[in-house]
């Protein structure tokens, strides 16, 4: 299957970070959480570092997976919230994405089990061993939880775009469309989101990225030409309707932006030679 199945493997590498990256990201405004922010701004900068190891091929999948967790671990004490009851609204919504966030790693991978390729990379697995194991229970939970205090605050964007994601990851894709159709219309210039946007609609209809995804993928393009998730996606519309020169300048490009030794720009480079033996073969490539 050449549909998504390049997709599946670049976002498996990067499913743990959809849930605390884009809160980390974006820096809150409430006063009374200076030092929590600063603690949380520690560990964004150690969640970047840590995934430029992994581009740039300096981690092994389970030597950042192993790392990431831990790092998780950590941002999980210091935002759980009966820990730290005062600033429960808005960063509530933190702590929801966050806790979350731990337990990516150990549900294996709810979402690219269906989309192909799972065992490509090796993040979708859970540590041996590790702890804070979440139920399926629980994280319906926290996902309601957040849900309720956006009921209550609805131009949270940042809030938006944590329960899009949260949706995803627990199967509810229409509902995430719908979280991410808001969160868009707060956050006009974000190619990141308007990617994983994309992604989901895309899902819903049945893998098919023609119509509304692919408008969102040209848009994450127009603001970041090099948004991975854009490429690998506007690659794989061109590569559906039969227009391998368009799929091969979308996946080329983004193949200049993997490290050249990392798994994903080894099943990139595969599916480049599919797109090059097809165009010789027809299609619309001239």
């Known amino acids: 299957m050449i549909v998504f199945v390049i997709i599946a493997v670049a976002m498996t590498a990067a499913a743990v970070l959809w849930i605390v990256w884009p809160l980390l990201r974006r820096s809150g405004g409430d006063a009374g959480i200076a030092r929590s922010a600063s603690n949380l701004a520690v560990y964004r900068d150690q969640l970047t570092e840590l995934n430029g190891d992994l581009r740039n091929g300096t981690l092994s999948t389970q030597q950042y997976e192993q790392a990431k967790l831990e790092i998780e671990r950590r941002l999980l004490d210091e935002v759980r919230p009966e820990q730290t009851p005062a600033p429960t ?26 989309l192909g390729s799972p065992e490509s990379i090796g993040l979708e697995r859970p540590v041996a061993g590790a702890k804070h194991e979440l139920t399926s229970q629980q994280l319906e939970a926290m996902v309601e939880k957040l849900a309720a205090r956006l009921a209550k605050n609805p131009d949270d964007a940042n809030g938006w775009a944590m329960l899009a994601r949260s949706y995803y990851v627990t199967r509810r894709f229409a509902e995430s469309t719908r979280a991410y159709a808001r969160a868009v219309e ?16 895309a899902t819903t209809q049945g893998s098919s990225l023609e119509g509304k995804p692919l408008e969102l993928v040209n848009r994450a393009l127009k603001i ?4 991975w998730k854009a490429l690998a996606l506007a690659g794989t519309a061109a590569f559906d309707r039969k227009d391998y ?15 050249p030794d990392s798994d994903f720009a080894r099943s990139l480079a595969s599916n480049i ?14």
Do not use: F, M
């Open 89 to 114: 609204v808005p960063h509530g919504a933190r702590r929801a994405a966050t806790l979350l966030g731990v337990a990516i790693p150990v549900c294996a991978a709810l979402i690219y089990w269906q």
């Open 186 to 201: 707060l956050i006009t210039d974000d190619a990141d989101l308007l990617a994983d946007y994309a992604d989901v609609l």
């Open 273 to 286: 030679d599919e797109a090059r033996t097809l165009s010789g073969a027809g299609g619309i490539a001239k």
């Open 245 to 259: 020169k368009e799929a091969l300048a979308h996946w080329e490009k983004l193949k200049t932006i993997l490290p």
């Open 224 to 227: 970041d030409p090099n948004q």
